[in-house]
């Protein structure tokens, strides 16, 4: 399995109903705590004040992780991916304590 940092952005349509974005939001919650609980959500955080998340991913690869994890999230017709694959640095404190 490969990790990945997702810095996803999200764009609501100008003119879509609030109920369309609450409906999305609660099915967005719901699939991303499957998501993890399947291993494929690590991490998300979310900047201050912005309309993004951050997030650290685990799939078997970009492709794999484009069609069969993100573009399952209920807002990602509404959102962008930048995909970058990440590998272990020598010096993470992380890796340390395994």
Do not use: C, K, Y
Request: hydrophobic residues 50%.
């Amino acid at each position: 399995m490969a990790e990945f940092i997702v810095e996803i952005t999200t764009v609501i349509p100008d003119g879509t109903p609030q109920t369309e974005v609450d409906r999305r939001r609660t099915a967005e919650a719901a699939r991303a705590a499957e998501l993890a609980a399947a291993g494929h959500l690590v991490r998300i955080w979310r900047p201050i004040g912005e309309m993004r998340s951050i997030g650290l991913w685990v799939a078997a690869d970009e492709a794999a992780l484009r069609a069969d994890v993100l573009e399952t999230l209920p807002l990602a017709p509404w959102m962008t991916f930048d995909v970058t694959a990440v590998a272990s640095h020598p010096n993470d404190p992380a890796a340390r304590d395994r």
